[in-house]
């Protein structure tokens, strides 16, 4: 399995101009999460989804942040209209969830997008 | 507001001591935890864990000590190698089936040869 892909890596933009970053999940998993990165903070939940709908998005940091998962194989992470805050390191994360032989809670993460707003 | 916190953001270690890494939580539901592991540009990867109704799990030169009274959890290595160089992140997790995995900041241990 290729595990959870993330795109782009890098992104570079503009205050103002709307961001998209996507993640593929490890297929057959039905939790994806979306966890951002700071120095001050470190990892923090944005949002999650289960079976592709989305349970606890209390961790989005405003209206201008927005997530959607339209099938099992692709979520998106929308920022519009981006600030400099918003720089930081955006982890997709794919799990089987708990219970059954896979209830070590493990998430697989993808390699990040390191987004930075000019 | 932090519920889990690694205060020392870095730790140095000579190739072949003892590493510890240390984790403290605030809030007394939580009755899982984890530790991952991050190596530069890459994503943190699935270290160690261990529930509530224990105070220690093994794995190789990996120790996780869990101290509920002091809502504190340690991470050992040992002997420390070169390529455990990386960042530790302490998370916990409240009653099964909650799925929010709640990180701390991050410590950047680097092992010296």
């Known amino acids: 399995d290729a595990g959870v892909i993330q795109s782009p890596r890098h992104e570079v933009t503009e205050m103002g101009q709307e961001v998209t970053l996507r993640c593929k999940p490890i297929?057959?998993?039905?939790?994806l999460f979306w966890y951002r990165q700071t120095m001050m903070r470190g990892l923090e939940l944005l949002i999650y989804f289960n079976n592709n709908v989305p349970i606890d998005d209390s961790g989005m940091p405003e209206d201008r942040f927005s997530a959607k998962m339209p099938n099992a194989s692709f979520s998106t992470l929308k920022i519009q209209p981006s600030e400099p805050r918003d720089s930081a390191v955006y982890f997709c994360?794919?799990?089987?969830?708990?219970?059954?032989?896979?209830?070590?809670?493990?998430?697989?993460f993808g390699e990040g997008s390191r987004l930075t707003v000019l | 507001d932090q519920q889990v916190k690694q205060n020392s953001p870095s730790l140095s270690v000579q190739e072949g001591r003892i590493s510890i890494l240390n984790c403290d939580y605030t809030n007394s539901m939580f009755d899982y935890f984890l530790w991952y592991k991050k190596y530069p540009a890459e994503g943190p990867t699935f270290l160690i864990s261990i529930s509530s109704i224990k105070d220690k799990n093994e794995d190789g030169r990996f120790t996780v000590f869990l101290n509920k009274s002091a809502k504190h959890l340690s991470l050992h290595i040992v002997p420390s190698q070169p390529g455990d160089s990386a960042v530790y992140f302490c998370a916990a997790s409240p009653p099964q089936g909650a799925q929010k995995l709640v990180f701390g900041q991050g410590t950047r241990l680097t092992i010296n040869p």
């Open positions: 994360a794919s799990s089987l969830g708990w219970g059954g032989d896979h209830n070590t809670g493990e998430l697989f």
């Open positions: 297929s057959g998993h039905d939790y």
